[in-house]
């Protein structure tokens, strides 16, 4: 796989296009535990540039998760600004926030989430038919994606036939099928074996390098981590250092 040197200030998608994918402007979140309010972000101020792999690194409570859901729309109640994609999430509606997920997003969780009445291949279709696709576009596109992560042997396999990496895989081509500009991931080797953990973070260096999507993964690992071109790390709901990683630290690519 070819190594790419990384320069933060000029990340650059696949289209050549230098720009912002994702910016926060003094975002803030507060929970409500009965009578006790929790502030779960405290003035977060960050920009993520297109076509960077970044990692969240923090102990459990520091806000990582909270504020990759506030920079992918899926909280609305929130204080400050966020601008996903160029647009202000605080001036949508709900269904205005999840149309402009579905255009410019795709989403990889810990637990796969994966239907498991529907095999890979029908797995991988289902955010194209949500958008308004079908025929044979869609099959098409949904077996070059399983394809490009390794899967094209196991399309018609349902998840409980697939290894846990195996299910990563399908969420994976599931997460690019719609060709989104950014990636959220949250903790996407969690529930892994090792090897099974270092596959998948190789392969999705490989999808950053080859295709310029902006990935952006939440991770208690060190491991996982290193695969990153930036590392922000977080502390009681604030960012304590964003440091951008060298080429000789990060993992063999």
Same mark, same amino acid.
């Given at each position: 796989?070819?190594?790419?040197?990384?320069?933060?200030?000029?990340?650059?998608?696949?289209?050549?296009?230098?720009?912002?994918?994702?910016?926060?402007?003094?975002?803030?979140?507060?929970? %409500?535990?009965?009578?006790?309010?929790?502030?779960?972000?405290? #003035?977060?101020?960050?920009?993520?540039?297109?076509?960077?792999?970044?990692?969240?690194?923090?102990?459990?409570?520091?806000?990582?998760?909270?504020?990759?859901?506030?920079?992918?729309?899926?909280?609305?109640?929130?204080?400050?600004?966020?601008?996903?994609? #160029?647009?202000?999430?605080?001036?949508? #509606?709900?269904?205005?926030?999840?149309?402009?997920?579905?255009?410019?997003?795709?989403?990889?969780?810990?637990?796969?989430?994966?239907?498991?009445?529907?095999?890979?291949?029908?797995?991988?279709?289902?955010?194209?038919?949500?958008?308004?696709?079908?025929?044979?576009?869609?099959?098409?596109?949904?077996?070059?994606?399983?394809?490009?992560?390794?899967?094209?042997?196991?399309?018609? %396999?349902?998840?409980?036939?697939?290894?846990?990496?195996?299910?990563?895989?399908?969420?994976?081509?599931?997460?690019?099928?719609?060709?989104?500009?950014?990636?959220?991931?949250?903790?996407?080797?969690?529930?892994?074996?090792?090897?099974?953990?270092?596959?998948?973070?190789?392969?999705?260096?490989?999808?950053?390098?080859? %295709? #310029?999507?902006?990935?952006?993964?939440?991770? %208690?690992?060190?491991?996982?981590?290193?695969?990153?071109?930036?590392?922000?790390?977080?502390?009681?709901?604030?960012?304590?250092?964003?440091?951008?990683?060298?080429?000789?630290?990060?993992?063999?690519?």
């Amino acid at each position: 796989m070819l190594r790419r040197m990384f320069n933060r200030p000029r990340a650059v998608a696949r289209d050549g296009v230098v720009g912002t994918a994702v910016e926060a402007r003094g975002l803030t979140k507060q929970y %409500h535990q009965g009578s006790v309010i929790v502030e779960a972000l405290r #003035g977060i101020d960050l920009r993520i540039e297109r076509g960077e792999l970044v990692a969240i690194m923090g102990p459990s409570g520091c806000g990582k998760t909270t504020l990759l859901n506030c920079l992918a729309g899926l909280e609305g109640d929130f204080g400050g600004e966020v601008l996903l994609a #160029g647009r202000s999430l605080r001036t949508l #509606g709900d269904d205005q926030r999840a149309r402009l997920r579905a255009q410019v997003t795709g989403f990889i969780f810990q637990s796969f989430n994966l239907l498991p009445t529907l095999n890979a291949l029908e797995n991988v279709e289902m955010p194209l038919l949500i958008s308004g696709r079908g025929g044979a576009e869609t099959r098409s596109r949904a077996q070059q994606m399983l394809a490009a992560v390794g899967m094209q042997d196991r399309m018609y %396999h349902k998840p409980s036939a697939l290894s846990g990496g195996q299910q990563q895989r399908v969420a994976i081509a599931r997460a690019l099928v719609n060709q989104p500009a950014i990636v959220w991931a949250d903790e996407p080797t969690g529930n892994l074996d090792s090897d099974s953990a270092a596959a998948i973070m190789a392969l999705m260096r490989q999808l950053n390098q080859e %295709h #310029g999507q902006t990935f952006v993964i939440v991770t %208690h690992a060190g491991d996982v981590a290193s695969n990153a071109q930036r590392l922000i790390r977080m502390r009681d709901g604030l960012i304590v250092t964003d440091d951008t990683v060298p080429s000789e630290l990060r993992a063999a690519s």
